[in-house]
């Protein structure tokens, strides 16, 4: 990293959506799945209008799922909206052809004018495979092959590439080519430590499902990745880590839980008929609402809580999605979570400092320790929420001095602690010697 290089520690919040279908079990066919893509649709417009960040779309080949064509669903959504960003959630690659992955994925890229990104991964389900030809020993080189050559289509238009599992390219070139240059690709992943240390070496930024236990327990795979990405000359602004969480955002806490969990229930004891899993009980329920637990469910101040816990016990995310859809929650719910909840926690983070930003002065190794300075700026445009009320915008610029402490142990991040000096940056945004004056003098 050099002196001054900016970079910025936003984190983007959205939703991604496996666009559940309802099934009727006597038939075993969908019911009314072209209404649940209009509402589907309906639910990214809103979303876009409330001034959620991202939308994600998942990809499955399944009869409880609509989703098994991602890139035609977010470009019908690219037509609609008018800022908010489209991907995949993920792109199953393995059984893909890269070719025409970049190519939908570039058209929904026009389509929105420059608002397309790809989150690519192997999948948490195998019907892709025997569905596209495939054969379930190659899980490893289909991913890895088919993920050097869309990397490769990204970089020139004209591509010279041969692998084992795809006919050879011989300067062929692939069309459209999108607005973004390049356009964003993340790597999916689970809690395979290999992967992280890929998606690192590759300087792509990252994406984790975290979907049971405790965020934390993730740590040392997103250090993994970081050092993985700063020894192979990657910068860390480049390394974005992005968290897919099972949420939901209601009126208060009592309401959250009793509305997600009959579906979040219904899904996962199903899924766990298939992979071995004992059904699930409220009590795991419950166990994963605690403030390490890995679900995002309650009220909006008890969910901005356990998001500021997230960041801090992973070492600062750059992006957090709500993935709703696994408690098949009826459509208007879905649409107040989205409109009263995930809207105002948006405004919350970025209200009060809209143009906030990290700027990096010197870094400093000493012995096992290496020391970051840095400076929080921004304006103060917008009101803050405090215990003692709100204190209304000065407009005051802020530069706060801060530092970034990496222990290290064997070339590794043993821990990560991040200081900024709060009594600064009341001093500079006006504020007097204690909230409540601040709130009063306005």
């Known amino acids: 990293m050099h002196a001054n290089e900016n970079f910025t520690r936003y984190m983007e919040i959205g939703i991604d959506s496996f666009v559940a279908a309802s099934i009727d079990r006597k038939t075993g066919q969908a019911t009314k799945p072209a209404r649940q893509l209009r ?4 639910a990214i417009t809103l979303a876009d209008e409330v001034g959620l960040d991202v939308f994600g779309i998942g990809e499955h080949h399944r009869l409880e799922f609509l989703d098994s064509a991602p890139a035609v669903i977010l470009a019908a959504a690219a037509a609609r909206t008018r800022h908010i960003r489209l991907t995949s959630a993920v792109t199953v690659l393995s059984a893909a052809d ?28 195998i019907e892709a495979y025997p569905l596209f030809g495939l054969d379930l020993k190659d899980y490893d080189s289909l991913f890895a092959e088919k993920l050097d050559l869309l990397l490769q289509i990204r970089e020139q238009t004209h591509v010279h590439w041969s692998g084992k599992h795809r006919a050879s390219l011989n300067g062929d070139g692939v069309y459209p080519r ?20 890929r998606a690192g070496a590759l300087g792509l930024p990252l994406m984790v499902a975290i979907i049971g236990g405790e965020h934390r327990r993730f740590r040392p795979l997103i250090d993994l990745y970081r050092e993985a990405g ?6 860390l602004e480049k390394l974005k880590v992005g968290i897919h969480s099972l949420g939901y955002v209601a009126d208060d806490f009592t309401t959250a839980a ?32 605690t403030p390490t637990g890995a679900l995002l469910v309650g009220d909006s101040e008890t969910v901005v809580e356990k998001i500021l816990q997230v960041n801090e016990a992973l070492g600062g995310i750059s992006r957090l999605t709500f993935q709703m859809s696994v408690a098949a929650l009826p459509h208007e719910k879905m649409l107040r979570a989205i409109e009263l909840h995930l809207g105002d926690l948006v405004v919350g983070f970025a209200k009060s400092f809209p143009d906030v930003h990290r700027e990096l002065h010197r870094v400093n190794v000493l012995g096992n320790v290496v020391a970051v300075e840095l400076s929080i700026q921004g304006t103060f445009r917008g009101p803050m929420e405090t215990p003692a009320g709100v204190i209304q915008p000065t407009g005051a610029k802020v530069d706060i001095p801060c530092a970034d402490f990496f222990y290290m142990r064997n070339g590794k991040i043993e821990r990560f602690d991040c200081y900024p000096a709060a ?20």
């Not at 009959?262 to 166990?287: C, L, M, N, Q």
């Open 39 to 42: 509402e589907l649709l309906e």
């Open 98 to 125: 890269p070719v025409r992955v970049f190519q939908e994925f570039a058209t929904v890229d026009l389509i929105s004018n420059g608002r397309a990104e790809i989150v690519v991964g192997r999948g948490s389900f």
């Open 178 to 197: 999108p607005v973004q240059n390049p356009l964003p690709i993340w790597l999916g992943v689970g809690g395979t430590p290999a992967s992280f240390a």
């Open 230 to 235: 700063l020894r192979a000359g990657h910068s």
């Open 258 to 289: 009793p509305d997600f969990f009959p579906g979040y229930a219904k899904s996962f004891t199903e899924i766990g008929k298939e992979r071995g899993w004992p059904p699930v009980t409220r009590a795991h329920f419950d166990a994963l609402l």
């Open 423 to 442: 009594s600064i940056m009341l001093k500079q945004m006006g504020v007097l010697p204690d909230f409540a004056s601040a709130v009063n003098r306005h």
